[in-house]
């Protein structure tokens, strides 16, 4: 600040009888010093609430009431998750959802949306880990080892794969880390 200051005087001093432009250049130097001194005190303004805010943000009494009142602000699949075959309903519509089937699924292993394809069966010797993992998601590619069939659906993410025909658990299918990724 003290550079500034000194500026501004030694612009000052410049002799009355010089040309208007040197008057016009001090106001102009003048008017642009207090607009940066104006807009660092308005960041310096930010920055403080912002810190204030972060440190009300990492109170863990704070972090509580956040995580109870996001989690019931979004509308959840039953529990436990379920997948099924291609005559289920999908989703939570708020009628029936102990028989409704998760239509956002996520893989916690690959970290990925598990696709669904309805009337779909995945055929068993055109299945490995390496094909998914290079075919996911290109729904052309993937078509490749299925075959139509009506009352299945044909579940997979970029690890893991597995076909339904009636109602089940997530848990039930072997080792698969899906979760309903909210609705």
Known sequence: MDSDDDILEMLEKIPSNSSKS???TVSVQKSKVDSKNKSLENLLDELSTQKSARSEIDNP??????KTVSVGDKSTCSKPVKLGGEGDAFGSNGLSTSRATCDNLHC????NRVL??????WVDDRCDYLFFRNAYPNEDRLSKSWVRNNTFRAYCCQCRWVCVQKITTVSSCGNLK?????H
Do not use: N, T
């Not at 009494?61 to 956040?66: L, P, Q, V």
């Not at 916690?108 to 970290?111: E, F, G, P, R, Y």
């Not at 899906?178 to 909210?182: F, M």
């Open 108 to 111: 916690l292993d690959c970290d």
């Open 22 to 24: 040197a008057s016009c």
């Open 61 to 66: 009494a704070h972090r509580k009431i956040e």
């Open 178 to 182: 899906w979760i309903c990724a909210k």
């Open 116 to 121: 669904c394809f309805p009337g779909k069966k």
